[in-house]
């Protein structure tokens, strides 16, 4: 019976530790051992098993081993999926700066992007829990209104509700609205080390620009094998897709 109990004791804890193998990656990664701690990682979203925080610890353990491309990737993945991740905004940050090319962002022009730099500073999720919030807030000031004994407090209740109300819309207005340009974005990291960017989509054509390792661009056409991107500071050029992987 002690033997049975034993050899069950030990299919069980063997088993409990194949079956969490973001602990062990985890714990791979604080011994150190970056390159084994990304091949953990890597082997969890092979199976499918993808989340904010396996893609995020990816990243740290690529920035570890110096290799920003996949560094830089790995974080954008996880800012995708938990775009108020402050830790993962920093990172990619500190990951950017590793990169070559130093592109500076233009102001936007034209009202579509004016709006949007307004708006863009949330996630839309975001902006879908301010209108909660806020008709929350308007169910009580309604409730307020409904049961002030004065008219100065009913007067002052109906304003909140009118002001409540119209939070409400701007914040539905502007989840839709950020929705609808980010769903339309096609974010990529440049892998290759250095790669040229040729004026149109053919080997033969004229050099555009060249990129480095790291580089974030946005892809807005592709043809064949070649994908078109544009740069913060509005560069545009085309690009081998093997060059680049898309974050979406």
Same mark, same amino acid.
């Given at each position: 019976?002690? @033997?049975?109990?034993?050899?069950? *004791? /030990?299919?069980?804890?063997?088993?409990?530790?194949?079956?969490?193998?973001?602990? @062990?990656?985890?714990?791979?990664?604080?011994?150190?051992?970056?390159?084994?701690?990304?091949?953990?990682?890597?082997?969890?979203?092979?199976?499918?098993?993808?989340?904010?925080?396996?893609?995020?610890?990816?990243?740290?353990?690529?920035?570890?081993?110096?290799?920003?491309?996949?560094?830089?990737?790995?974080?954008?993945?996880?800012?995708?999926?938990?775009?108020?991740?402050?830790?993962?905004?920093?990172?990619?940050?500190?990951?950017?700066?590793?990169?070559?090319?130093?592109?500076?962002?233009?102001?936007?022009?034209?009202?579509?992007?004016?709006?949007?730099?307004?708006?863009?500073?949330?996630?839309?999720?975001?902006?879908?829990?301010?209108?909660?919030?806020?008709?929350?807030?308007?169910?009580?000031?309604?409730?307020?209104?409904?049961?002030?004994?004065?008219?100065?407090?009913?007067?002052?209740?109906?304003?909140?509700?009118?002001?409540?109300?119209?939070?409400?819309?701007?914040?539905?207005? *502007?989840?839709?609205?950020?929705?609808?340009?980010?769903?339309?974005?096609?974010?990529?990291? /440049?892998?290759?080390?250095?790669?040229?960017? @040729?004026?149109?989509?053919?080997?033969?054509?004229?050099?555009?620009?060249?990129?480095?390792?790291?580089?974030?661009?946005?892809?807005?056409?592709?043809?064949?094998?070649?994908?078109?991107?544009?740069?913060?500071?509005?560069?545009?050029?085309?690009?081998?897709?093997?060059?680049?992987?898309? /974050?979406?």
């Amino acid at each position: 019976m002690k @033997k049975l109990l034993y050899i069950l *004791s /030990v299919i069980f804890f063997a088993q409990a530790a194949v079956a969490n193998p973001f602990d @062990k990656a985890n714990e791979l990664y604080r011994k150190h051992k970056y390159a084994e701690a990304a091949e953990g990682y890597e082997g969890i979203l092979k199976q499918k098993k993808e989340s904010a925080e396996v893609y995020y610890n990816l990243g740290n353990a690529y920035y570890k081993m110096g290799k920003i491309a996949p560094s830089v990737y790995n974080l954008e993945k996880a800012l995708l999926l938990d775009p108020n991740n402050k830790d993962a905004k920093i990172n990619l940050g500190y990951a950017r700066k590793m990169a070559i090319d130093n592109i500076k962002e233009v102001p936007k022009v034209g009202f579509t992007k004016m709006l949007y730099s307004l708006t863009g500073t949330y996630h839309y999720n975001t902006w879908g829990w301010i209108a909660v919030g806020f008709a929350f807030g308007f169910l009580l000031l309604f409730i307020g209104y409904y049961f002030a004994g004065t008219t100065l407090l009913k007067r002052i209740f109906f304003v909140g509700m009118f002001i409540a109300l119209l939070i409400i819309v701007i914040s539905i207005l *502007s989840a839709v609205f950020v929705k609808s340009v980010t769903s339309k974005e096609r974010p990529a990291v /440049v892998f290759a080390e250095v790669v040229a960017v @040729k004026a149109e989509p053919t080997q033969n054509a004229e050099d555009a620009f060249v990129l480095h390792e790291g580089t974030v661009v946005s892809v807005t056409e592709e043809v064949d094998t070649w994908k078109k991107i544009e740069l913060a500071d509005d560069s545009i050029g085309w690009i081998e897709s093997s060059a680049i992987k898309e /974050v979406k």
